[in-house]
C-alpha cells in the first residue's frame, strides 16, 4: 500500500528503491576521481641523432686533425684573417685550450666517463635538441679521446692536437669547440625547463 499511497509521476528519492529498500549514498570521495599522475612523452627516441651528431663532429675532428699533421705541422702557420685568426699546428697534453697539461691521465678519464654517462642518458632521450647536444658533446670527447690513447708519448697519455689559434686567445680544435657548443646548448635547455625525456619543468 505505501507504493499506491506514492503520487505517480513522482521521481524516487536517491535513497529508495522501488523495492522500498533504502540505498546508500555514495561516497563522496570515489566520486571524485584523483588526477593521474603526468605520464611522460612516448615520442620517437632520438638516439640515432645523437649518434649521428657524434659520429659527424668525430669524423670532422679527426680528419681535419690527420690533415694538420700531415701538411701543417713542422710549418709555418696559415694565416686566416691576418694575424687574428691562423692555423698552427702544436700539441696539447692538457685540457681544452691548454689548461693543466700535469694532468693528461685524468683528462682521460674524465673523458671517458663523460662517454659512459651520455651512453647511459641516450636510454632516455626523447628530445631533439637535447640528443643534438648529447651528440656534440659526445664527437668532441671521443675526439680528444682518441688522441689520448693513440698518440705520442703514449696510451692514455697522448697529446691532443691543436691548430685554431684566434690572437690573444688558447689554440684549440673542432672537438673543443664541438665540446663548447654542446655544452652551452645544455645549459639553455637547462634554463628553460627541458629535461632529456622531454618533459618540460617551470620551477
Known sequence: ??????????PETPDTAGDGQERPEPDAGQEQKQD???ERPRGKRRVAVLFA??????LLDLGSKMLVVAKLEHHEP????GDWLRLAAIRNAG????????FTIIFTVIAAAVIVVIARLARKLHSLPWAIALGLLLGG???NLTDRIFRAPGVFEGAVVDFIAPKHFAVFNLADSAIVCGGILIVI????????DGTVHKD
Open 1 to 10: 500500500m505505501a507504493e499506491a499511497e506514492r503520487i505517480i509521476g513522482t
Open 36 to 38: 593521474p599522475a603526468p
Open 53 to 58: 651528431v657524434a659520429a659527424f663532429a668525430y
Open 78 to 81: 696559415i694565416e686566416i684573417v
Open 95 to 102: 685540457a681544452a685550450f691548454g689548461f693543466g697539461e700535469a
Open 141 to 143: 670527447a671521443l675526439g
Open 189 to 196: 635547455l637547462s634554463f628553460r625547463g627541458l629535461d632529456p
